[in-house]
Structure formats: structure tokens, C-alpha cells
T-cell receptor, first 119, second 111 residues
Framework: DAGVIQSPRHEVTEMGQEVTLRCKPISGHNSLFWYRQTMMRGLELLIYFNNNVPIDDSGMPEDRFSAKMPNASFSTLKIQPSEPRDSAVYFC?????????????????FGPGTRLTVL | EDKVVQSPLSLVVHEGDTVTLNCSYEVTNFRSLLWYKQEKKAPTFLFML????IEKKSGRLSSILDKKELSSILNITATQTGDSAIYLCVATRGSQGNLIFGKGTKLSVKP
């Protein structure tokens, strides 16, 4: 299994530019999570999808952030316009939430992350 | 407000030492507690704990959950330089299994 795939691995952009981060979850997983990691705040959940439907986006910092999951194998996180304070590592994770297997569905598998630097 | 607190924040030991990392949580509708190891990349899964008092082991690593004390410990025996990493404690809650992350303990193992 290839694991969770994210692209790009690194991105450096200028303030005001649009940034699109991409994620391919593990095949067969039906939940997908976007996280942001900074030294100050640690790992923060931004949004998560279950069966391609956004369930909780309360962690999305502001309207400049948007996320989509058009199908079970692909998701994007977009920042428009980007700002220097958006600089962070963005992780995508996936898991399998199977009805009736409550205790087996909490493990999330993380992608390698995208290191974003906004100048 | 739900929270997960880890201690210490940072730890430096020598190879061969045994370390204990602590995690306490205050989480409504608690489901499980997870430990992750994060090196210079994404977190990798170590353990999931759901039952109190049952130790889980993987090689030199072991962990146990105490639901009465709302805490968990992660033990690493005979540490190696490859154990150097940030160890994340994560609580899950509710029917959706939402994750609440601790800030992590940075472990440095010196040769």
C-alpha cells in the first residue's frame, strides 16, 4: 500500500498567491482529515470528511481556506489569498470508519505533509 | 474545553536509559487514547488504548491507560538514538472519534 500521498512536498510562494495542496488517501479509507502543524499551536484539525462529505470544518481558520473532496481518492485544501502566517506543515490523514467497529476506527494514517512557506 | 497535556515537554537521555512519557487528558465523551511518534516527517502510529490497565507492547515500547486517573504513560526501555522524536499523545472523543492532540514530548537520545 502506498500510504497517504500528498503533493507538493514543499511550496514557497508569495503573499497573496493562491495555494492548492493535494491529498490521496489510502485506498478503501472513507474518512479524510486535514491538519496544520506549527511550533506555536502543535497539530490542529482543520476539516474532516466522511464518505466525501465535510463533517466538521470548525477548525478552518477563516474564509481564505477551503477544502474539497470530489471523490473518494482525492482531496484539496486551498488557501486564497495566502498570508505569511499560513506558513506551516499541512498534513492529510485518512482512516476507515466502519459501522459497528467503533474501537477500530480511530487510527489515522498520516501523509508526509506539505511544508508551506508564504513570503 | 477538552485538552491533552503531555509532560515533560522535552527530555534528553543517553542511549540505554529508560524513559517514561506522561499524558493526561480531560475529554468529554472519551473513546480512546493514541500514541504517535513523529520524526522529521508525518506522525506514525504506535498504540491505541481503550481499556484501562491493559499494557500494550511493541518491542522496547509499551503503554498503558489509566481511566481513573485520566492518564497514560509511554515507556521506552534501552533507548536508542533512533528513538529521538516527538511523541504525540492524542485523545479521541465522541461517535466520530474526533482527535485532540497534545503538544508532544520531544525526546533526544544521545549516543
Amino acid at each position: 500500500d502506498a500510504g497517504v500521498i500528498q503533493s507538493p512536498r514543499h511550496e514557497v510562494t508569495e503573499m497573496g498567491q493562491e495555494v492548492t495542496l493535494r491529498c490521496k488517501p489510502i485506498s478503501g479509507h472513507n474518512s479524510l482529515f486535514w491538519y496544520r502543524q506549527t511550533m506555536m499551536r502543535g497539530l490542529e484539525l482543520l476539516i474532516y470528511f466522511n464518505n466525501n462529505v465535510p463533517i466538521d470544518d470548525s477548525g478552518m481558520p477563516e474564509d481564505r481556506f477551503s477544502a474539497k473532496m470530489p471523490n473518494a481518492s482525492f482531496s484539496t485544501l486551498k488557501i486564497q489569498p495566502s498570508e505569511p502566517r499560513d506558513s506551516a506543515v499541512y498534513f492529510c490523514a485518512s482512516s476507515l470508519k466502519a459501522r459497528g467497529l467503533a474501537t477500530s476506527t480511530d487510527t489515522q494514517y498520516f501523509g508526509p505533509g506539505t511544508r508551506l512557506t508564504v513570503l | 474545553e477538552d485538552k491533552v497535556v503531555q509532560s515533560p515537554l522535552s527530555l534528553v537521555v543517553h542511549e540505554g536509559d529508560t524513559v517514561t512519557l506522561n499524558c493526561s487528558y480531560e475529554v468529554t465523551n472519551f473513546r480512546s487514547l493514541l500514541w504517535y511518534k513523529q520524526e522529521k516527517k508525518a506522525p506514525t502510529f504506535l498504540f491505541m488504548l481503550t481499556s484501562s490497565g491493559i499494557e500494550k507492547k511493541s518491542g522496547r515500547l509499551s503503554s498503558i491507560l489509566d481511566k481513573k486517573e485520566l492518564s497514560s504513560i509511554l515507556n521506552i526501555t534501552a533507548t536508542q538514538t533512533g528513538d529521538s522524536a516527538i511523541y504525540l499523545c492524542v485523545a479521541t472523543r465522541g461517535s466520530q472519534g474526533n482527535l485532540i492532540f497534545g503538544k508532544g514530548t520531544k525526546l533526544s537520545v544521545k549516543p
